[in-house]
Structure formats: C-alpha cells, structure tokens
C-alpha cells in the first residue's frame, strides 16, 4: 500500500486544484493514503500540521478554484541539503514514500534532487539518531512523479501545460476590455503578458485578439537596426513596454497607454480545458507511482498530440534549460529546433 504525498509549487496555475483532487480521489479508489503537503516544499521541511491526511470530501469543489488550496511557495530550506533531510525526516515520520509535485520546473527539479539522495538521506537521520532503522526499512525507495502546472507553457516534452489555456483566456477577457476603450479614443495599447522566456501566451493571445504587433523573446525585433539596439539595452520588459509606447506616441503621435495585466492573468477560474486536463494527469501520475520501480527514472506526465504521456522528468527540465540558454544567448533558431525538432523557417 503506497502512501503518497502530493504537493503543488512555486508559482500557482488555475488548475492546481484540479490536479490535488484528482490524484486525492484515485489513489484512495487505489487503496492508497494520500497527504496534503501544504505551502510546497514549506510544509515538507516543516511537517507537523502542514501535513495532512486527505479524505475522499476533502477536495470536494477544488474543480472550480483558481491558484492552488494546498497552498504554494518558494522554499530557500529545501535548496539545502539540511532542508531536504528534514523533508526525509518528516517523509519518513508520516510514512509517506511517493511524492507527486505538481509545478514548474525548478520544483519538478528540487523533487528530482530529493531523490537523488535517497536513501542517503535515510542512513543521515538514522545516524543522527532522528529515526530508527526500523521506521526507514519501508522507505528504501522514493517514488516521484511530476505533474506540470505553469500559466507559461515553458515546458519541454509537453505540448501544453496546466493553467495556460486558462490564463490565455484571461489575457483574450482583458484585452478585448481594453481594446473596446481603445477603439473610443483612438488610443494605441501596449499590453505586457506573463511568461519569462516563452512567448506562447504573448503569440497565442496576440494572435487570437488580433493584435496590430506582438514581440516575443523567441523574435525580438531584428538587430540590424537601431530600435533594437535599443530594445537590447531596455532588456527588461516593461523598459521595452515603455520604449514601444513612445514609439507609438512619438511617431504616430497616438495617445498611447501601457497595460501590465500581472496577476489577474494567472489567478483566475481554470476553464473547462484546464480542469481535464489537470484530472487526466493526475489520474496518471497515481498509476505511474503504482508502476515505478527503484530504477525508473522519475516520470513526468505530460500531454502530446492529445494523448497523456510519462516521460523522464529530468530529460524535459533539461531540454526546458537548454531552451532558456538558446534564447538568452539569441540563438533563436537553436531554441526553436529544440523545442520541436521538425521546425523549420
Ligand atoms: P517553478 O517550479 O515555478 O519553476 P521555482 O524555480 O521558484 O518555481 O521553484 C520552486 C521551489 O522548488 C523553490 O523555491 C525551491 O524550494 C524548489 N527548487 C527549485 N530548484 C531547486 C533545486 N535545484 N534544488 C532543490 N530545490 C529546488
């Protein structure tokens, strides 16, 4: 009987909650006990009541809400060893030996390096006199599953993550707004996204709004000219943001505004994709805990031409890496390859 720890982190994606109930519900029709780790890696490196036994009514209404109910953080502890051996400790107290995290890649990242460490960490605490070698006998192996939620899309061997279609519909809601005021005073509006180092829900949602221009960092403008030049040195978003606007406003002499959306972009209801698809993973990510065996890498679930896969969770965090490097150092063409090997111009 497994007993399975699930945990969502780092920033939250409509969705989230979804994925919790799905994997709540299944592994209990499984015959398995589940957890709540509450805060992220906060509640794993703190135990006590951040940890907490889920029943079937737990996740009753966790379908429609936004962000993530287990809570989520950023945890500077787990980065250190100490933290992670506390983790161990309280892994091992609880009796939980499978964790499914549900985040973007630094988490999926922090849940992988866990397991690197295992058993060791066992023989620590034992050693340190913490646990008995009777308590980690049952532990001599740790499960983990990673399940993608990121509003970003910025995730290799997936075709889409959870919580983007969601905050795309967001980003189309709030544009529409705007560009119905826009159309009243002549105005020009620069509308800056989320999504770091990939350009999905900027191309996606420029796309579906009909926007006159969009950049992207897989596209900056060409830099053979002198406005790029610029945008190189306003590297930073809102410095472009800015710059565009008194290019509009400057040029065109249009009355021009800059629109951050920020949070209202991530924090709202999962639409009904969303929801799907997050319950369709985390049905998989309990089967892919019931399948593993000590010397299967830990899997990721993931989604491909509408089909749910399990792939090596540390092979996407590394191509999703590469892909950050490529357009950090402008070898667009590199990051474009990378992410879909048949690209071409
Ligand atoms: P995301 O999961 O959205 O990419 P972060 O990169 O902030 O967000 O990661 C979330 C948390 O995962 C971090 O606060 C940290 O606790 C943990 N984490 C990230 N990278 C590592 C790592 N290399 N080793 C251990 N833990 C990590």
Redesign the pocket.
């Known amino acids: 009987k497994k007993r399975i720890g699930m945990l969502t ?3 939250d994606s409509p969705g989230m909650n979804a994925a919790v109930r799905a994997v709540v519900r299944v592994a209990i029709s499984r015959g398995c006990d589940v957890y709540a780790i509450y805060e ?2 906060e509640g794993l490196v703190n135990g006590g009541d951040m940890i907490k036994k889920f029943g079937w009514a737990d996740v009753r209404g966790y379908l429609a809400i936004g962000g993530t109910l287990i809570g989520s ?7 250190e060893r100490e ?2 051996l506390n983790s161990a400790y309280n892994m091992v107290k609880n009796g939980i030996d499978a964790l499914i995290v549900c ?8 849940a992988d ?2 397991r690197s460490e295992w058993p060791g960490l066992l023989d620590e605490l034992i050693k340190e006199g913490r646990i008995t070698a009777e308590e980690a006998a049952p532990h001599k192996h740790l499960t983990v599953v990673g399940l993608v ?2 509003i970003d899309n910025d995730m290799s061997s997936t075709d889409i993550t959870i919580g983007a279609v969601s905050s795309l519909h967001r980003i189309c809601e709030a544009v529409d707004s705007i560009s119905a005021t826009a159309l009243s005073h002549s105005r020009a509006f620069v509308i800056e996204v989320m999504g770091r180092n990939c350009g999905w829900l900027a191309l996606m949602a420029a796309v579906s709004t009909g926007a006159d221009f969009v950049f992207i960092p897989e596209r900056p403008p060409a830099s053979d000219d002198w406005e790029s030049e610029m945008c190189e040195i306003l590297n930073k978003h809102r410095k472009l943001a800015d710059y565009i606007k008194e290019l509009l406003s400057n040029r065109m002499k249009l009355d021009t505004r800059v629109t951050t959306l920020g949070h209202t972009q991530r924090g709202g209801k999962p639409c009904s994709f969303d929801r799907n698809l997050a319950t369709l993973q985390g049905v998989e990510a309990v089967h892919a805990v019931l399948r593993a065996t000590s010397d299967t890498p830990s899997p990721m679930i993931g989604v491909r031409q509408n089909k749910i896969t399990c792939e090596p969770l540390m092979k996407a965090v590394g191509l999703t890496r590469q892909v950050a490097e490529a357009i950090s150092r402008k070898d667009f063409r590199r990051a474009m390859e990378l992410r879909d090997p048949e690209f071409s111009e």
Do not use: P
């Open positions: 982190s780092g920033g992220g890696y953080a950023r945890c500077k502890a787990f980065r933290g992670r985040g973007g890649d630094g988490s999926l990242t922090g390096v866990l939620g990121s």
